[in-house]
């Protein structure tokens, strides 16, 4: 007999964005004359840089000969990229990181989601409230999350990220070994300060829990006071993991590249309570589960980091940036309460009189032809709020505020 693992079955059909799509299409159908602007999903729309593109041009040409032809890689990643790395996102930032505490994967999605592999499955997880996804669904899959009752899983604690606290989670109260913060957060687009950062780490520090950090949209930040690594907090390498990614800092959601840093000092425990190095136990999944993230897409990382790599990328976030001050000022001036868009490419707007966020939906779509994501799709406190993204075309976004400024709220 064929057992499956029962908490894949647990898991409610992928929802969101597949009825996001079914309210889209059924629209279309209904009404074909419509120019639908999509201002949902995540994805982005400017094209890879320049010296991306060029180093995989070089990179494809190394394979046509026996001399530079690459192989299977490092499961690591590759040293050409991990000491970019080490150098710019962490040295130049004052933090010491070393190359063999940094493991190039392909995606932020992926490490997220997998890293609870060396994880007991008897942890108890702590989410913020909305959140992406990938946290909640993976750790239901590996039996941490109980039964779901009322849109949330008995097991994981939900620590709620609304207008009424500013976006700031309170710490948890229920003892969760595994936290997971998201900042820039994704669906929010608000942040955390460096002082209200390091209350996390001292309560990790305390209470012997680890962070998972996803800092997917770090090369988003414009506010001085917000810290671009969690390793700038002291102590936190004794806390936290850190998960970063070229998607939507380079446009690599297609090419898929990010990389996930797990400290020397991080430790857990066995059952018998001897100590762990969790470097090593993820050193041993990736070897094991994974071939290491290709060559070209590692040279197309690296040349990030070059002078002209750097300001191209900057460019591009400098667009979406753009599209992101157009949607908040826009939309608070056509009377909408919004947050986000200062440091993350998201807005994230309050529903006006308490609609629905399948409502608002609903009415933007019929009223403006404009599709945006429900905030309850992201967890029971998104609920009554509503994401747009900056990732669309600027020309777009300019008129998606104009459809929307007609509507009065
Ligand atoms: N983490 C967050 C918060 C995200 O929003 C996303 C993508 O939308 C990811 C991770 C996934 O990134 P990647 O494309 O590197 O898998």
Redo the contacts with the bound molecule.
Sequence with gaps: MIKVNDNFCKLPAGYLFSEVARRIDAYRKSHPEAEIIRMGI?DVTCPICQAAVDAMHRAADDQLSVFTFHGYGPEQGYSFLREKIAEYDYKRRGISIGIDEIFISD????D?GNIGDILSSDCKVAVTDPV?P?YVDTNVMSGRGGELIDDRWSRIEYLPCTAENDFIPALPVGNPDIIYL?YPN?PTGTTLTRDQLSEWVEYAIAHKALIMF?S??EAYITSPDVPHSIYEIPGAEKVAIE?R????TAG??GL?C?YTVVPKALKGYDSTGAEVSLNALWNRRQCTKFNGASYIVQRAAEALYTPKGMKQVRETIDYYMRNAKVLREGLAEAGLQVFGGIDAPYIWIKTPGGMSSWDFFDLLLSKCNVAGTPGSGFGPSGEGYFRLTAFGRYENTVEAVERLKKLEF
């Design positions: 995540g995606g932020a999605k992926s997220t992406y990938v998201c994704n996803d997917a949209y998960f990614s070229y998607s939507k690599f959601t898929r990010g």
